[in-house]
């Protein structure tokens, strides 16, 4: 069994903030951007890889909720490590 991911202690190689009214996936998707993944590549699609709506419904319950809402979801997808939370996407390599 792999071990769970962890944030890296690292700095992270791209920060995306997620706007009020966007879904957490397309924030993700933006992050991934910007830290070069090829999301166009033979490598999975997001949604093989995570349940979106999942992912979505888990951001907008949260941030309803304010500060007493905090998470961090720590996923590795595409050879990198994402970390979000309720505000913004971290990518880390």
Known sequence: MPSPAQV???LPIARTAIE???EATDALLRAAERAHVDLDGPDPQLYDQIDAGALDALTAHHRSRGESGDFVLVADLWDRTFVLTPEAIEVYP
């Open 8 to 10: 890296p202690d690292d």
């Open 20 to 22: 009020a009214d966007e």
